[in-house]
């Protein structure tokens, strides 16, 4: 076993660990547990947490690199979707480069239960948005190429 899959393994177990929503690790400290540099953990981070696997990973620099993960399944397609749902596949949308990190926030906003709260079936209307900022931002991207 390579340590990459060591430290995904530890970090799947640290999940499976802990009760909250969001799992936060300090990258140098993992870094010095696994005898790494910390663009390693970057590494194991981006490639093996990724939002198409089903991850949102925070990201802090600085004081030792906090990193918060959460794992979300992915909307199934169905006509109704949690704010958690709605984060992957905005995640989604910004790795895959068919928003920037503004866009990204606003439809954050957009979907949010704040955003929501006063509407009956949320979760639906929720869906249809999203559907729709996706399919803006693919024509958007698609007109810049």
């Not at 992915?74 to 928003?99: F, M």
């Not at 079936?121 to 958007?140: D, F, H, P, T």
Request: charged content about 25%; aromatic content about 4%; hydrophobic content about 40%.
């Amino acid at each position: 076993m390579g340590i990459t899959d060591k430290i995904e393994a530890f970090i799947l177990e640290l999940m499976k660990q802990d009760a909250g929503d969001w799992l936060t690790i300090q990258r140098n400290e993992l870094a010095d547990i696994f005898g790494c540099v910390p663009s390693q953990i970057n590494y194991v981070i981006s490639t093996r947490f990724s939002p198409e696997r089903g991850y949102v990973v925070e990201s802090r620099r600085g004081g030792g690199g906090c990193v918060r993960i959460k794992h979300i399944p992915s909307a199934g397609g169905g006509e109704d979707l949690s704010t958690d749902e709605a984060l992957v596949e905005i995640a989604k949308l910004l790795s895959a480069g068919y928003t920037d990190r503004t866009g990204a926030e606003l439809m954050k906003a957009a979907v949010s239960d704040p955003a929501l709260a006063a509407v009956p079936g949320a979760g639906r209307l929720r869906a249809s948005i999203l559907k729709n900022m996706k399919e803006a931002s693919v024509k958007c991207r698609r007109s810049m190429i």
